[in-house]
């Protein structure tokens, strides 16, 4: 994927998360839970989240340390208990806190790949990760980070906007 078909695929899956909270009142986003006991709000934040660790990651500083997550739940298999992390620092953020980091998060990352080449953007995960010896283009991370995120957050929150579950 080059630099344009990925930023207008990040656009595409940004828009559609956006569509989605537009259709959502103050309630539905800050008071149905999930089993988990997350809100729309906390899945919007740890959507964030997870792309400002992406952003650390484009500046070459190590994820983990950058998302401040200790490295005894740092585990590659299993994002749970990084995510709980994530939930238990956020979970008190009003909704407007959570958008305002949302989109600055957004922005800085759109403005990294925007300066970054597509040769740039196709070089291995491992030139950007030093504890890492793949060869995968960081564009599958980004887009990991950023499209699959959006679109594997949308049911769920659908879900929990329609009554919890």
Known sequence: MNKAELLSQIQAGWDN?????STLSYAQ???PTDAAGWTV???VIHMAVWEDGLTGFLDKQDRRAYMSIDEAIWKPDNDDPINDVIYQRNKDLSWGEVQQKRQ???AKLLNQIEAMSDETLQGAYGA???NSQS???ITNYISGATILHYADHIPWMAAIAKGGV
């Open 104 to 106: 600055d998060v957004h």
């Open 135 to 137: 060869e995968r283009p």
């Open 128 to 130: 950007y990760n030093p």
């Open 29 to 31: 986003i800050t008071q």
């Open 17 to 21: 998360v956006d569509t989605f909270l």
């Open 41 to 43: 709000k906390d899945h």
